[in-house]
């Protein structure tokens, strides 16, 4: 495959960096996640805006490569050919020459691109097949998780632990109210109505999140932001995750518990899928 760093475009098993560089020291960096459908960059400008957004957060300044990225982007989407790719950005601060907590000045940061095949969603392929499995786990991660950072430990840490049953998904909570997926944003669809955790709760401003909150806008379906405790989840019709790779997907089982099964041609989150 080939992957783009710091100018050039490269085969990716020939792109290095030091391992002094701030992504793998401290894990100083953000990273963006562009879909791109039939060699089309899915809503590509809300993605750069939110990159630009994290660089401004995480005080990483602009580069030249970020100005361009529609176009880098296109031409690894034609090297590597895959109808739909998926496009992993990733920007760390630069590369240090002793580590040290306070970089030096006027690092140049490193700018890191692959993209790999983009899978179809599954339940447009089947939109019968059985909806993804969750488990509930504690939200014990840092209280920026606006950021798109690339530190994900927290997210990621739980699905390593060999005690725990394996699932899709991870819903995180914080006293008593969930917050997102980690990797996904959360709708829920109860009595009704469609509720999604607010952004007030420090989650990621997922693109995808705010895509389906317009679109339900235009079809006069209203999508309450607010928070929502876990008896509200277990207790909805139904639930789906949303983000960039998977589009909608439903779930089926959170936990224990086995959510109602509904046909697609009833269920709200088939409506949202055909916003795609
Ligand atoms: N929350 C987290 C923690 C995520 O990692 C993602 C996926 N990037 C999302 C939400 C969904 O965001 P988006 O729709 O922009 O992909």
């Known amino acids: 495959m080939w992957a783009y760093l710091n ?47 994290s660089l401004e957060k995480t005080f990483i300044p602009f580069t030249d490569d970020i100005q361009n990225l529609d176009k880098i982007l296109l031409e690894l989407q034609k090297r590597n050919k895959f109808l739909n790719q998926s496009f992993y950005i990733q920007v760390t601060r630069g590369t240090d020459v002793v580590r040290s907590h306070q970089a ?44 798109k950072t690339i530190a994900l430990m927290g997210n990621t840490m739980t699905l390593h632990d060999p005690s725990k049953p394996s699932v899709d998904e991870i819903f995180f909570h914080k006293d008593g109210m969930i917050s997102e997926g980690s990797k996904s944003n959360i709708f829920v669809f109860y009595k009704g109505q469609v509720f999604t955790p607010s952004l007030r709760q420090n989650i990621l401003p997922g693109i995808t999140r705010s895509y389906i909150i317009k679109e339900m806008q235009k079809n006069n379906i209203e999508v309450i932001e607010s928070e929502i405790n876990l008896e509200k989840l277990l207790a909805s019709e139904e639930v789906w995750v949303s983000s960039s790779n998977k589009q909608v997907q439903p779930v089926s089982k959170i936990n224990e518990y086995i959510l109602p099964i509904k046909e697609p041609k009833d269920s709200m989150w088939y409506k949202v899928l055909e916003f795609f």
């Open 7 to 53: 100018g050039q475009i490269l085969k990716e098993d020939q792109a290095f960096i030091s391992p002094l560089d701030r992504g793998f020291t401290f894990g100083d960096g953000v990273y963006e996640v562009i879909p791109c459908y039939a060699g089309k960059l899915f809503l590509f400008e809300d993605h750069l805006k939110r990159l630009q957004t």
């Open 104 to 147: 030096e000045k006027n690092l140049k940061p490193t700018v890191f691109i692959t993209s790999q095949e983009l899978q179809e969603n599954p339940f447009r392929i089947n939109p019968n097949k059985k909806g993804i499995k969750v488990r509930l786990e504690e939200d014990i991660r840092w209280h920026r998780c606006d950021i």
